[in-house]
């Protein structure tokens, strides 16, 4: 069975998780002796990283059984790397239309080119829903329709572009993993290079959550599609999420462990990283997290 990683609503049992240790940490991110002092600052927990912490009722840890991945876990799993067999573009694929006044998909692109550089992120012409043979249902709590993302993906699949190093569908349309699902807010494959994230449960009445929400999101099952599973060391962008409350916590950046992962695979400069991550969002509303990539890139600097 393909494996799928998810942000999700639904509650089974209770577990007890344990957030990990310092040490657990450490180990997490492993050794840094070796790398250049850059970044051996950049994947030093300065107190720039909020450790993860028991989860409260109903939150993802509390619900699902995590075992984690450490970098070296990671590095096992065999990502694919961008750039092999010529697939170095990220494609994000709008189905269906998308309201004048909601989030603005060319910033949520220009966000994933800042956030996962030096890799290019390119816009797909539009399709309709009616090309995917997707089956739909209507959500039993909101009356709204949904589509089946598992089938979305599969069909997806057979359209990845040979340059694709991933293709991130994005819809308005709820979207349900299978019959047994309340909804998802997105799903992503670790291996097989597609996604697909909806804009449906972000709201209309405050475009700047709204847009807050949509770049965490992708950016999230992005990290999914680099062959990162969910983190469990640090509070982190790839955290796992169960309700809207719980994703309004998940911090938009990545943890120690999470940006060695994502360096792997790309690479990244990271004091361009940084710095253009700053920008975006000095650009885009949000100032407190501007300068906290502003004092990130002071620390690597300094
Ligand atoms: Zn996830
Ligand atoms: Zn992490």
């Given at each position: 069975?393909?494996?799928?990683?998810?942000?999700?609503?639904?509650?089974?049992?209770?577990?007890?998780?344990?957030?990990?240790?310092?040490?657990?940490?450490?180990?997490?991110?492993?050794?840094?002796?070796?790398l250049?002092?850059?970044?051996?600052?950049?994947l030093?927990?300065?107190?720039?990283?909020?450790?993860?912490?028991?989860?409260?009722?109903?939150?993802?840890?509390?619900?699902?059984?995590?075992?984690?991945?450490?970098?070296?876990?990671?590095?096992?799993?065999?990502?694919?790397?961008?750039?092999?067999?010529?697939?170095?573009?990220?494609?994000?694929?709008?189905?269906g239309?998308?309201?004048?006044?909601?989030?603005?998909?060319?910033?949520v692109?220009?966000?994933?080119?800042?956030?996962?550089?030096?890799?290019r992120?390119?816009?797909?012409?539009?399709?309709?829903?009616?090309?995917?043979?997707?089956?739909?249902?209507?959500n039993?709590?909101?009356?709204?329709?949904?589509?089946?993302?598992?089938?979305?993906?599969?069909?997806?699949?057979?359209?990845?572009?040979?340059?694709?190093?991933?293709?991130?569908?994005?819809?308005?349309?709820?979207?349900?993993?299978?019959?047994?699902?309340?909804?998802?807010?997105?799903?992503?494959?670790?291996?097989?290079?597609?996604?697909?994230?909806?804009?449906?449960?972000?709201?209309?009445?405050?475009?700047?959550?709204?847009?807050?929400?949509?770049?965490?999101?992708?950016?999230?099952?992005?990290?999914?599609?680099?062959?990162?599973?969910h983190?469990?060391?640090?509070?982190?962008?790839?955290?796992?999420?169960?309700?809207?409350?719980?994703?309004?916590?998940?911090?938009?950046?990545?943890?120690?462990?999470?940006?060695?992962?994502?360096?792997?695979?790309?690479?990244?400069?990271?004091?361009?990283?940084?710095?253009?991550?700053?920008?975006?969002?000095?650009?885009?509303?949000?100032?407190?997290?501007?300068?906290?990539?502003?004092?990130?890139?002071?620390?690597?600097?300094?």
């Open positions: 069975m393909r494996l799928v990683l998810i942000l999700l609503f639904g509650v089974s049992s209770v577990l007890a998780f344990e957030p990990p240790n310092s040490d657990k940490r450490r180990d997490a991110v492993g050794p840094l002796q070796a250049p002092p850059v970044l051996q600052r950049l030093s927990d300065g107190g720039s990283f909020r450790p993860m912490e028991k989860p409260l009722a109903g939150d993802w840890l509390s619900t699902n059984k995590e075992p984690g991945q450490t970098f070296a876990q990671y590095v096992q799993s065999r990502p694919n790397k961008p750039g092999d067999n010529g697939r170095g573009t990220i494609y994000l694929q709008p189905i239309s998308f309201p004048k006044d909601g989030v603005q998909l060319e910033s692109r220009k966000y994933l080119e800042a956030f996962y550089q030096p890799m992120v390119e816009m797909l012409h539009s399709m309709d829903e009616s090309q995917l043979l997707v089956t739909t249902r209507v039993r709590g909101t009356d709204k329709l949904q589509m089946n993302c598992t089938e979305l993906l599969n069909e997806l699949e057979h359209l990845v572009p040979a340059d694709a190093y991933i293709v991130m569908a994005v819809t308005m349309t709820d979207l349900y993993p299978s019959e047994e699902w309340n909804f998802v807010f997105g799903m992503a494959r670790l291996k097989n290079r597609v996604g697909v994230f909806s804009l449906a449960r972000y709201g209309a009445d405050d475009p700047q959550l709204a847009l807050e929400r949509a770049v965490k999101v992708v950016a999230h099952e992005t990290g999914h599609a680099f062959g990162m599973a983190c469990i060391h640090f509070r982190c962008l790839m955290n796992g999420v169960n309700h809207l409350g719980e994703a309004d916590k998940v911090p938009q950046t990545l943890c120690p462990v999470c940006l060695r992962k994502l360096h792997y695979a790309t690479g990244f400069d990271p004091v361009k990283r940084y710095s253009e991550a700053s920008g975006w969002w000095l650009k885009n509303g949000d100032e407190s997290l501007a300068s906290w990539y502003s004092k990130r890139v002071k620390s690597l600097t300094r």
